[in-house]
């Protein structure tokens, strides 16, 4: 595996956490987080490739602080090594402001594929940035 450079390598997302994704404590629920987690890891690492990936690991997964209802997050999704066809991808959530101190955080392993879903190498090309991060 190799290291990125880490201009390369990441994507930052803004998200507001609902009622919907809250859980009986009004606090961000679990697996609404790993969801937001893995959609991170999915555009971070298919920026970085500019091919399709599919998610292969999720490891490492820590929660740290929890994040309230009504909370601005920000997440932050940053392609740390990569080999042939695959990528390792950490992201963490942060109270908006705060990205210093991560409140929740994890690794995922992301393959690039072919249009059969196999591995299939990439050539890693410098991060084209886009005008604007994503808001979802």
Same mark, same amino acid.
């Given at each position: 595996m190799s290291m990125v450079a880490s201009h390369e390598a990441s994507s930052h997302f803004l998200e507001i956490v *609902? !009622? $919907?994704a809250a859980n009986h404590?009004?606090? *961000?629920?679990? =697996? &609404?987080? *790993?969801? @937001? @987690?893995?959609?991170? =890891? +999915?555009?971070?690492a298919t920026r970085y490739c500019r091919c399709p990936v599919v998610m292969a690991a999720a490891d490492a997964i %820590? +929660?740290? $602080?929890p994040i309230r209802v009504g909370a601005i997050i920000s997440i932050s999704a940053k392609v740390v090594h990569h080999g042939r066809s695959s990528m390792v991808v950490e992201v963490e959530i942060s109270p908006d402001g705060q990205r210093d101190t991560p409140s929740i955080g994890g690794r +995922?392993? @992301?393959v690039a594929v072919d249009e /059969?879903?196999? !591995?299939?190498? +990439?050539? /890693? %090309? !410098? &991060?084209? !940035?886009l005008l604007e991060d994503s808001v979802s």
């Open positions: *609902l !009622p $919907e404590y009004g606090t *961000l629920y679990g =697996a &609404h987080a *790993l969801l @937001m @987690m893995g959609k991170a =890891a +999915f555009a971070g %820590t +929660f740290v $602080e +995922f392993t @992301m /059969s879903g196999q !591995p299939a190498p +990439f050539v /890693s %090309t !410098p &991060h084209q !940035p």
